[in-house]
Structure formats: structure tokens, C-alpha cells
């Protein structure tokens, strides 16, 4: 059991393990990041590793029986039993912290409570249990996001308007690299982590997109196309078009709007 006082030093840490923390006896808030979440009496919250909490208590303190989880358990256990491999979902995001629904959140505090008089044999079955049920929840709530996620997020945000507003313009990797304070080779590692594509393939994902607009009207040839969307000419739009498409876009068209598109 750990207790906070709203007379002591704010209590700020992060930990490098999971952290499910039960709120015992009293009222307060978590802040993560920019979210501030309310606790009240029987709130179960789930911090992921390297994220930095402040519990902020009400007037008579806030108590919490906190459960520190290994950052790597999920992981083994998934490899010894693919059956919970949902476990491993849950607990490999280390991005987003998690306020729990009302059912689960009974069985967390009340499996937390009992887990003090187990051996330590029961005790490490019953933190399976409480990860398996953790995991089964469907309805967390998003309790904070991590400063590293915070900032993934922002910088994806000015990529996709840089994106958006240039589609018609030659963009450099270079260039969107400067735009957000990093080397060309950081952004490319950046970039394919947050996405799982190179910067050049998102790029014509979104030529792509636009270009499937215009199909649909009707009333753009391919040439158009291309010069509206930024590929250098219109056999070069057909290419990356099959490509995306596994089709040509006059069948595209024909198949999505029942007209035919000029190709030219």
C-alpha cells in the first residue's frame, strides 16, 4: 500500500516496469503527459514503462496498492503459451496508459487485495490472471500518452500537412527532414517506425488517395491526374497506380464509378 498526502511533495516518478495501480481509500488524479484523469475509490490504472506520473491527492490522501510488472513478462509468456498472445498485445504498448473499466478494475483491486497472503507460487499465477484479464478488457480508457508519443504524434501531424498542401510539388526527404530538425537518415528511421512505410511510399499513398478522387468524377484524363497529383507524367501514374491498385485506373474507374476515364 502506498498513500500520497496532498501536504507532501508532489509524487513525480517513472519506472522502467509495468505499474497497475488500485486506488484503495480516497480521491485525486494522474497526470501523463497532458492528460489529467481523475481517480476515484476503485480506479485501476496501467502504466507502461518510461512514463512519467504525478498522483495529485484530494484532501484525505489517495491510497494505492500498486503491482509492478516486469516489462518483459508479457513477452515470455506469450513465447511459452501462444495463447496469450493478447497479454503480449496489451503490454508490448508502452505509449498509451490506460484507465480501466468498472468490471475490470473489481477484479484487478480485489485480486491485488488477496495476492498479499499468497505463496509465492499463487502470487505469480494471480498476476497471470490479472495481465490475461487486463487484456480481455474492451473498454480502457486512454489515461496520458508518453512524452515520446506526444512528440511522434506532432511530428507526424506536420508531415501529413506538409504533404497535403506540396502533392503536386517534387518533396525531398531533405526537405521535410529540415522542416522537422532532423537528419535526412534520423527522419527515414523516424518515419518508417511510426508508419511502417518509407517516406516515398506514404507519399504516393497520398497521390494515390487524391487520384482515386478524380477517378470517381469522371471528368480527368490520366494526364490531368498526374499533373494534379505530382507524378512526373502519366505513364509514370499508371505505374504506381497498378502497383497500388494491382488494376489500371481506367478499370479502377470503371469498377468504382461505372465510367470510363481517357488514358492518355
Known amino acids: 500500500m502506498t498513500t500520497f498526502m496532498p501536504d507532501e ?54 491510497a494505492l496498492v500498486r503491482l509492478i510488472i516486469s516489462r518483459h513478462l508479457a513477452r515470455l509468456l506469450a513465447e511459452a503459451m501462444p495463447e496469450l498472445d493478447s497479454v503480449d498485445d496489451t503490454f508490448g504498448n508502452f505509449s498509451e496508459a490506460m484507465l480501466l473499466d468498472a468490471a475490470t478494475a473489481r477484479f484487478v483491486s480485489r485480486t491485488l487485495r488477496k495476492m498479499e497472503n499468497y505463496t509465492p507460487a499463487r502470487r505469480a499465477a494471480a498476476v497471470v490472471a490479472v495481465m490475461t484479464e487486463v487484456a480481455a478488457s474492451a473498454s480502457a480508457a486512454v489515461a496520458g500518452v508518453s512524452n515520446h508519443k506526444l512528440m511522434e504524434m506532432a511530428r507526424m501531424a506536420l508531415v501529413r500537412q506538409y504533404v497535403s498542401e506540396r502533392l503536386t510539388a517534387d518533396i525531398s526527404v531533405g526537405e521535410i527532414a529540415a522542416l522537422l530538425a532532423m537528419s535526412p537518415a534520423a527522419f527515414c528511421n523516424f518515419f518508417r517506425h511510426a508508419t511502417g512505410l518509407s517516406f516515398i511510399s506514404y507519399v504516393n499513398a497520398c497521390r494515390i488517395d487524391k487520384a482515386c478522387e478524380m477517378l470517381r468524377s469522371g471528368k480527368f484524363s490520366n494526364t490531368e491526374i498526374a499533373a494534379r497529383c505530382g507524378f512526373s507524367n502519366a505513364q509514370y501514374f499508371c505505374r504506381v497506380f497498378r502497383e497500388a491498385k494491382q488494376t489500371t485506373p481506367r478499370r479502377w474507374a470503371a469498377e468504382h464509378t461505372g465510367e470510363q476515364t481517357a488514358e492518355h
Do not use: F, H
Not at 509495468?18 to 476515484?40: N, Q
Not at 502504466?47 to 491527492?57: A, E, L
Open 9 to 62: 511533495p508532489e509524487a513525480t516518478y517513472s519506472l522502467r516496469n509495468w505499474e497497475i495501480a488500485s486506488v484503495e481509500r480516497g480521491e485525486g488524479s494522474c497526470v501523463i503527459g497532458d492528460t489529467e484523469t481523475e481517480l476515484l475509490e476503485g480506479s485501476v490504472m496501467l502504466i507502461p514503462p518510461d512514463m512519467v506520473r504525478s498522483w495529485r491527492p484530494e484532501e484525505d490522501g489517495i
